[in-house]
C-alpha cells in the first residue's frame, strides 16, 4: 500500500504571496491532519478533515485553511505569507476505529517551505 | 502551556545496551499516546502506541510503559542499534482524535 504522499516536496516564496500544499492520504483514509514543523514550536497540530468538514482545529491564524475532497485527497493554503510561516509542513492520514475514533496517523514526507 | 514534555533534549547510549526516553503530560483527559521516530527533513515514522487503559504495549524490541498517576510514558528500546539514531516525539491525544500535540523531542545516539 502505498504511503502518504505530499507535494511540492521544496517551496520558496516571499512574502505576501500564497501558498497551496497537497496531501494525498493512504488509500481507505479518511482523517487528514496537517502539522507545521518549526526549530521553535516544534511539531504543532494545524487542522483535521474528514470527510470533507474540518472537525479539528489548532492555534493558527486564519490565513491558514484547509480542505478536503471527496476522494479524502486534502490541501492547505497560506495566504499572506510570512517569514515565521517557514516551516516543515507535515500531512498525516489515518483510518477510522470501529468506534468511530482516530486510529494511528501516518505521516507524508513532509514539504518545505521558504519564505523570503 | 507544554501540554507533553520530554525533557530530556539528548541521550547517548552505546550499542546492545537499553534506551529509555521519557514523557510527561499534564492533561488527564489525554487516553492515547504514540511514539514516532523521526530523520532531519522527514516525516515522522509510527513506532509504537498505548491506549489510556493499558500501562504496557511491547513490539519486538520496542515496549511502551504508562503510568497514569504520574502522567507519565516511557519508551524502552533493547538491544539499541545504531540504526536507531534519531530524534523520537511522544504525542498525545483525547478521545483518540485526529489532534495529536506532541513533546519537543529527544535526539537518541546510539554508538557502536
Known amino acids: 500500500k502505498a504511503g502518504v504522499t505530499q507535494t511540492p516536496r521544496y517551496l520558496i516564496k516571499t512574502r505576501g504571496q500564497q501558498v497551496t500544499l497537497s496531501c494525498s492520504p493512504i488509500?481507505?483514509?479518511?482523517?487528514v491532519s496537517w502539522y507545521q514543523q518549526t526549530p521553535g514550536q516544534g511539531l504543532q497540530f494545524l487542522f483535521e478533515?474528514?470527510?470533507?468538514?474540518?472537525?479539528n482545529k489548532g492555534n493558527f491564524p486564519g490565513r491558514f485553511s484547509g480542505r478536503q475532497f471527496s476522494n479524502s485527497r486534502s490541501e492547505m493554503n497560506v495566504s499572506t505569507l510570512e517569514l515565521g510561516d517557514s516551516a516543515l509542513y507535515l500531512c498525516?492520514?489515518?483510518?477510522?476505529?470501529?468506534?468511530?475514533?482516530?486510529?494511528?496517523?501516518?505521516f507524508g514526507p513532509g514539504t518545505r517551505l521558504t519564505v523570503l | 502551556d507544554q501540554q507533553v514534555k520530554q525533557n530530556s533534549p539528548s541521550l547517548s547510549v552505546q550499542e546492545g545496551r537499553i534506551s529509555i526516553l521519557n514523557c510527561d503530560y499534564t492533561?488527564?483527559?489525554?487516553?492515547?499516546f504514540l511514539w514516532y521516530k523521526k530523520y532531519p527533513a522527514e516525516g515522522p515514522t509510527f513506532l509504537i502506541s498505548?491506549?489510556?487503559?493499558?500501562d504496557k504495549n511491547e513490539d519486538g524490541r520496542f515496549t511502551v510503559f504508562l503510568n497514569k498517576s504520574a502522567k507519565h510514558l516511557s519508551l524502552h528500546i533493547v538491544p539499541s542499534q545504531p540504526g536507531d539514531s534519531a530524534v523520537y516525539f511522544c504525542?498525545?491525544?483525547?478521545?483518540?482524535?485526529?489532534?495529536?500535540?506532541f513533546g519537543q523531542g529527544t535526539e537518541l545516539s546510539v554508538k557502536p
Open positions: 498525516a492520514s489515518s483510518a477510522l476505529t470501529s468506534g468511530g475514533r482516530t486510529d494511528t496517523q501516518y
Open positions: 488509500s481507505g483514509h479518511r482523517s
Open positions: 478533515y474528514f470527510s470533507e468538514t474540518q472537525r
Open positions: 492533561n488527564s483527559m489525554f487516553d492515547y
Open positions: 498505548i491506549s489510556s487503559i493499558k
Open positions: 504525542a498525545a491525544s483525547r478521545n483518540q482524535g485526529g489532534k495529536l500535540i
